[in-house]
């Protein structure tokens, strides 16, 4: 029998027979879920909840991997499920591959939109021997008799068309308001489009949205061009200290990445960048500096101190931006010079400061940001955590793409793992990296110390000891897949420097890990692991799995949030006001924690 | 005997002998007096005013030339005046050779300086682990605090070199603060300056101000480079019509006029373009476009409406205008097409807005502005007087440089004049050529249509009419120096023009010459003629020359007002709103007017 499927939120519908699972059905579609057993129904990975429509009942494995709440809901294992009508189901992001979470993550935005742009459309009488008026008053007298607005300037490039455009659209517009100064003028049947930029050290997330309706119209991820100049903040400033054309290089490619995000998704909207009437960039300080050309020296002295750290509205073409005439990027200001305004917009996308519990946010990658809401008392610390986690440094780390591993466990077996895309394996993304450290852990193949022990799959290779997850055997004779006792090391430093963010944190309060309420994990990496597995190597509390929400790239929720609503905008000001920033490396008692914290499990 | 000689207010020092006249002694110091009669006291054109001192007694000559009144008040004929001991003299404008009226027309601003920019000094602490704000923020804090001034945004530009600079000033800088936002940061010593410009079609002035103390510190001026482009506003305009590139050619050499401006009005007060912190441009509505890149096709199109009219705030840099980091340029407000930002700097600076009386103000030019103020109620037109006054298309016409024969008269022996610098006879400037007209008028030698008639020096050349000033003869050889009958009609159409604008004020207004209490006279030509010679060929009311001033620059002086005062600037705003304006060809009897005042000495 053939059936229709509707998989929601990536929005795919199709056809699917009685007699393939949903995993499979999903899977024809081109939706992959994570899936380790293969089908078994043992791994509890393939979740997914039905909407609407019949299949088939819960099978006992079923039973055995959800809890009763979790059935109750409509939840069901994919592999275990068959359909006996036209079915709709949600995929919950943590069941997705990495890639297609990366799609859909967060496109929901929960606050009535109230965009400090508005749009009037005006319409006007020409001008004659009885009214002389100027074109650029005829419109700003129109928007008053109108719309009873006052408009106060127009901006320079607005000016500058004005008399063409009021002629050629035949005294008939669509201005564009900010502050009481236009700073647009189109022809009346156009969109009020916003952009959102999450500038983030290694990759720049944007999305596209209707200012008057609050959606999200388009999103897109690359990866940051600055790469090229060095993979983490205190190299590329390094480099941009060497010569003025070094950092004018960087701008320029920071500007590049916010350009081609522009372009690329007003293509997929049926708009031009010069639809774009307003952006919110954020970004972590350097990022934030480094896009704007401001000085960047003072970050990497002591005490650390940014250039600026107030909000900023900047004319988009003083920043080199291509979007409407006279439009403004609104800048969320920077708390400190490594806690910046992505952090402010993770807070305003989580809500953390307005929590009546306790509530532990992290946005974990290179730089990791931790802020501890007690009550929404707010305290923020920043931990260089290094590039480990994101596969840099990892002998067989890689980015999520086709082939890599991006979940494993160990069995008696060997290794059960799930690849991107299902392809055949290649290496370790992050959440890969992340499972096999706390494989090793949980079996104790690696100690608190994080040395790698006895065991059959541990073997001497190039002067280390290192443990093959998948041998040359198992591929065909190409080299092994393994976890060497460097990594385990690099791994180690970076949920050290994690760790003991979070504990400074909880000191500084008086509070340990039993007051947690709720731990946020937002950001590419954090939101796509394992809680267990972070758990397991004591980078996370060890709490029960239901106070952890991962709740992807918050940042660029904010930043969106923020784009959408005026009240916001002034939220994220008044936030940065009110967090107390801890200088780690100030802590008196650092190294104890440190070294503590470096251990495995703890 | 040897006496100290000192002339004001061109502000030249010197020493003097009792057997030199006055004029003599003024010209030994490069100061050039008019004098057509060559000394002997009938010309009666070199009045200077004896301020302290004691000189020899009042001739007969100067008894006939001179009212009672002025006599009492200590005016003398410079040849008629031998010094007793050592004196100060003021030597009226009037009497000054033209290039030297031009250094110092103007120079003084009646107006209690308050600036919209202002500066303030401040020195902070140092960051630290204890206080780690940001460097911008570290500056507002202390403005906040060491001066109770708020300052809601910083300039991106000054943000761009905001750390460094505090780090190399060592903690101690001068903030420039405009409407609660820095535009930019000194080191402690500099001053605040501000830059004045009068951008007109044929020649740009430009003052550099002491914003503290409204003092002028520089003045300057150049011609404006967009010659190249055609005389007259209208043909620059189709110029700029006819591509993009030319247009942005324009402005490019206004804003090169600028800039030069700026920059040798720096080098004189010694300082750099840097230091000015703010800026005011005046011009006509045409040259106000072009500068700002702003449409100008409407101009030649009926109605002919400006693209704005409003006063402008535009970033120095948006105009690409290089001057202190954040720094604005304001721009006086428009009226019409045709009466633009220069007239509304006029009214400013006569003070006609306020006029108790009925005053009549002129800025006579290629285009001559008119505003009729009745007991301040404020009516202008716009006449297209065209190019001839200013020696454009007058066959010995020429600019007021050495050689200019810029006064003349007609006497039984031939023709008295007199020429820049004393150098022999090259042409005629713009005043020679209205005296020369008049003369011709006066004795009868044109008649009131315009027509040359019977003279001995009249003569057939090159098929037409022409009045011999200097013969070949007394050129020894060179072509002689003639008024041509093609000069008259020329010159009869500009004054046309300028009458029909005045009697089409008067007549909106229901009044006559009579009626008239003051005329104002401004602009480079209108202040350096002849007064009497204008009212005899009709151009001006006939009215005793006590009813007239002569004023120079007005509207550079509008334009230091409305720099140095926030009230002036707001008064421009109000000017503009309060203007009628009279499109001159919509007036029902235009036809009839500009036949009727066609007619010399009418």
Chains 1, 2 share one sequence.
Not at 80 to 102: A, G, M, W
Not at 207 to 212: F, G, I, Q, S, T
Not at 328 to 350: Q, R
């Amino acid at each position: 029998m053939l059936f229709r499927i509707d998989l929601e939120p990536v929005g795919r519908r199709g056809s699917c027979t009685s007699d393939a699972s949903l995993l499979e059905a999903a899977r024809q579609l081109g939706v992959d879920q994570v899936s380790l057993c293969g089908g078994k129904g043992t791994c509890g990975r393939c979740k997914l909840q039905v909407l609407t429509g019949r299949v088939s009942g819960a099978t006992p494995s079923e039973r055995k991997a959800l809890s009763s709440r979790e059935l109750e809901a409509g939840y069901r294992l994919a592999c275990q499920v068959y359909p006996l009508s036209d079915v709709k189901l949600f995929v919950p992001p943590e069941s997705l591959s990495t890639p297609q979470r990366t799609q859909v993550e967060g496109q929901e935005i929960a606050v009535a939109p109230d965009a400090l742009v508005r749009g009037y459309g005006v319409r006007l009488p020409p001008p004659s021997l009885e009214d002389l008026t100027a074109d650029a008053e005829r419109v700003t007298r129109a928007l008053e008799q109108q719309h009873g607005v006052p408009c106060s300037a127009v901006d320079l490039d607005v000016l500058r068309a004005v008399s063409p455009h009021l002629r050629s659209w035949n005294w008939h517009a669509l201005l564009s308001l900010r502050e009481g100064e236009c700073i647009a003028l189109h022809s009346p049947s156009t969109q009020q489009l916003g952009l959102a930029v999450d500038l983030g050290t290694t990759k720049v997330a944007g999305y596209l949205m209707d200012l008057y309706s609050g959606r999200t119209l388009a999103s897109m991820g690359l990866m940051n061009p600055q790469i090229a100049y060095g993979e983490d903040v205190i190299t590329r400033i390094q480099r941009a200290l060497e010569s003025h054309s070094e950092s004018e290089g960087m701008q320029k490619l920071a500007l590049q990445a916010v350009t081609e995000l522009a372009t690329g998704l007003c293509a997929e909207a049926d708009a031009i960048p010069n639809d774009i009437v307003d952006a919110v960039v954020v970004g972590n300080t350097a990022m934030h500096h480094l896009l704007l050309g401001l000085p960047v020296q003072q970050l990497v002295l002591a005490p650390y101190v940014p250039a600026v750290s107030s909000a900023l509205d900047i004319k988009a073409r003083d920043m080199g931006l291509h979007i409407a005439a006279g439009a403004y990027v609104h800048l969320l200001p920077n708390i400190a010079g490594y806690v910046g305004a992505d952090h402010v917009a993770m807070i305003l996308a989580t809500r953390v400061w307005n929590a009546d519990t306790v509530v532990l946010a992290l946005d974990i990658g290179t730089n990791t940001e931790i802020c501890l809401s007690n009550h929404g008392r707010m305290t923020s610390v920043s931990c260089a955590s290094g590039p480990a986690f994101e596969g840099a440094h990892i002998k067989h780390g890689m980015r999520a793409a086709a082939g890599a591993i991006e979940n494993l466990r160990l069995v008696d077996e060997g290794v059960e793992y799930h690849t991107v895309a299902g392809a055949p394996p290649a290496g370790l993304c992050g959440s890969g990296i992340l499972d096999a450290l706390a494989q090793l852990c949980l079996h104790g193949v690696v100690d608190m110390t994080g040395r790698i022990g006895q065991h059959p799959r541990v073997r001497e290779h190039d002067g280390q000891r290192e443990f093959v997850l998948l041998g040359e055997a198992d591929r065909d004779g190409r080299p092994a897949i393994t976890i060497t006792q460097k990594d385990v090391r690099e791994l180690q430093l970076a949920k050290g420097a994690i760790r003991t963010g979070i504990q400074a944190l909880l000191e500084a309060d008086g509070l340990s890990d039993d007051n947690i309420d709720e731990v946020i994990i937002a950001g590419a990496f954090g939101s796509y692991i394992d809680v267990s597995s972070a758990i397991a190597i004591g980078m996370l509390p060890s709490l029960p799995l239901e106070h952890f929400r991962q709740v992807g790239n918050a940042a660029g929720t904010g930043a969106r949030l923020a784009l959408i609503s005026r009240e916001q905008r002034a939220r994220a000001a008044d936030v940065a006001q009110r967090v107390r920033y801890i200088e780690l490396a100030s802590v008196p008692n650092f190294q104890e924690l440190f070294s503590r914290s470096m251990c495995l499990g703890e």
